[in-house]
């Protein structure tokens, strides 16, 4: 591969043990602008909480690029669940403490925080069951083996349209275009309540100002086309649209965010 710019190595972050090697490997290449990596909330904000022995430094490894796109995490429950809204989902829950389980796609993984996030805010006990990835998750789920996942819409949009699912609450700031009956988290009384998804690029530490300035500003001049815009909106996505500052500092701010919520639920890896 000739070494031009727009060539750059991508590494890929697999959500199975949340990338963690494909962090330390970027970590370790050459800060020359040909390798970097997609991080996200997992191998950026969560890990750094649950993992004590994290083979990589977040803020020492790496040069934050762009924060490209976030997904808004929903929450949604089983046929076998009675409850039509969100308040009534948590108060079966506080009635019958320890009782009901939600599934996640992975210990640490964005459902997983999301819910442990919704379990601290609303004072409910639920007992978590991770699987191996989304597949297994969604099965289980639509046979009723637990009650309650969190998850992007694209995973669930179908069921929920062949009526075999339900969406309770948005977890993004605000309704999304695509199922704008359903209202946010932060609606239904717990205000400044946000769990998304999210994705940007990093380059090594110590790659040059100016190329980490070349590689930023044709991420973001790609996610302002016309073509990245509708596909990110066909999967209910939004373009975040951050540079290298900015994402820096969001960083920073959901390490704190979701450090609390790791703490406060006493989470860790195994």
Not at 175 to 189: K, N, S, Y
Not at 205 to 210: D, L, Y
Not at 232 to 259: H, N, V, Y
Request: charge should be positive.
């Amino acid at each position: 591969m000739g070494k031009t710019l727009g060539q750059s190595v991508i590494v890929d972050n697999k959500a199975g043990g949340q990338g963690v090697i494909a962090m330390q490997e970027t970590a370790r290449a050459a800060p020359d602008g040909y390798t970097v990596v997609l991080g996200h909330v997992g191998t950026l904000a969560v890990n750094p909480a649950m993992m004590p022995k994290l083979p990589y430094n977040v803020q020492k490894d790496f040069q934050p690029v762009a924060l490209l796109a976030k997904v808004p995490m929903l929450f949604a429950i089983g046929p076998k669940v009675k409850a039509e809204t969100l308040p009534q989902f948590i108060a079966q829950a506080k009635a019958a403490p320890g009782t009901m389980n939600y599934g996640s796609a992975g210990n640490g993984s964005a459902g997983h925080l999301a819910f442990e996030m919704l379990k601290l805010k609303a004072g409910i006990d639920l007992t978590h069951v991770p699987y191996k990835g989304t597949g297994a998750q969604m099965t289980d789920l639509l046979a009723g083996n637990i009650e309650a996942a969190s998850a992007g819409l694209p995973g669930f949009l179908p069921h929920v349209k062949a009526g075999k699912l339900k969406i309770l609450a948005v977890g993004a700031a605000e309704r999304l275009p695509a199922i704008p009956e359903v209202p946010t988290v932060a609606e239904l009384g717990y205000p400044n309540f946000e769990s998304s998804q999210w994705f940007g690029l990093l380059a090594p530490a110590r790659t040059p100002p100016a190329v980490v300035a070349r590689l930023s500003q044709e991420a973001l001049k790609a996610l302002a086309s016309p073509a990245v815009k509708r596909r990110l909106e066909e999967d209910s996505s939004t373009a975040a649209g951050m540079g290298p500052k900015e994402f820096a500092s969001f960083i920073a701010s959901e390490q704190q965010r979701w450090g609390t919520v790791v703490r406060s639920a006493k989470l860790t890896a195994d």
